[in-house]
Nanobody, 125 residues
């Protein structure tokens, strides 16, 4: 069983920064791509970004490109999301997830088999 635990959420003013972290249990962390998704109230869960197993490639939703950066540390079984220049529309619960299906692209929620419990990020104007 794999457990993913997010931390680092909170409240920030527009233009500010927040760093999220996701700690994964298990010994096969480096074998899987990872992703971050978010879900705002009344909205569907949406892809934010993803990173390959070795951290060599990252993928971003257009809405966060240039503002958010995903990274991972396979020695520590962690994946991080650095969010800069935050906007009120970035307000959501943020989830990290493990990409268990390598046949589906990173932006598809169906590609992920394990999810964290989520952490709230609130951006005020």
């Amino acid at each position: 069983q794999v457990q993913l635990v997010e931390s680092g959420g909170g409240s920030v003013q527009a233009g500010g920064s927040v760093r999220l972290s996701c700690a994964a249990s298990g010994r096969t962390f480096s074998s899987y791509g990872m992703g971050w998704f978010r879900q705002a109230p009344g909205a569907e869960r949406e892809f934010v970004c993803g990173i390959t197993e070795d951290g060599a490639r990252a993928f971003y939703a257009d809405s966060v490109k240039g503002r958010f950066t995903i990274s991972r540390d396979n020695a520590k079984n962690t994946v991080a999301l650095q969010m800069n220049s935050l906007k009120p529309e970035d307000t959501a619960v943020y989830y990290c997830a493990r990409r268990g299906d390598a046949m589906l692209g990173y932006s598809y929620a169906a590609a992920y088999d394990y999810w964290g419990q989520g952490t709230q990020v609130t951006v005020s104007s």
